[in-house]
């Protein structure tokens, strides 16, 4: 298992795209989050820090993207957070791809204190964006970098406001945050199925609520998330 990790470990930090070699070790879906534990166990050893939780494939959009239709959950750390407004260096990434999310802020309580819109740079370090359910688990849900819009208190619903996703001010992507599970709301408690207790302050991103779009160096990304405002990042 841990040799597992490590290559993923490699493939990230050198951007290179390896085979699916979870999959063709024979390792099934448990087997790969304990390589994911150990894949997130070298970046923490490297001097990150575990900060949140993120869903993958909570919409039907997004499992028919990638061909996999499971809920899946990757690690947070800080090093994978980009300010609002900030760059996201895809030099050091594969083939990155954006989208639009909605993220909460985790209380003591594993309640959501917060919600805010949020953007995810996801990374596949396999070749061609491809793999099956235990390759993109142990390659911690492709989670690459991600960025936060301004936190507010959790309106009456949240179940189906609309999403977009902007390139370079046009549009991208259309959806609704009904996407999300049918209600975002209940990517909390998925989360906590999932992945066990989150701690007070950490972020939970719900997943993304449109197919993503591939993140070339230059563009100018923005979600915009009804009532709940933007988040944008630039790529470089
Ligand atoms: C898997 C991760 C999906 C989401 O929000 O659905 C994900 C992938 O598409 O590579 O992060």
Sequence with gaps: MSDLAERLDVAARTATAIPQIVSAAGVDADGAYTVQRDLVARRLARGERLVGIKLG??????????????????????????????????????????????????DAEGNAS?????????????????????????????????????WRPLPDGLDNLGVLLEVDGRVAQVGSTAAILGDPRRAIEAAARLAGRAEAGWVLLAGAATAAVPLAPGASVRAVVEGLGTVGVRAS
Excluded: C
């Design 114 to 150: 917060a919600v805010a819109p949020a953007l995810e740079v996801i990374d596949s370090r396999y070749d061609d964006f491809k793999f099956s359910l235990a390759d993109v688990i142990a390659d911690n849900s492709s989670a690459a970098a991600y960025a936060i819009g301004a």
């Design 57 to 106: 494939l909570t919409s039907r959009a997004k499992m028919a993207q990638v061909g996999v239709d499971e809920v899946i959950w990757g690690r947070l750390t800080d090093g994978m957070r980009v300010a609002d407004g900030g760059t996201v260096d895809t030099g050091g990434l594969i083939h990155p791809r954006i989208e639009p999310e909605v993220a909460f802020l985790i």
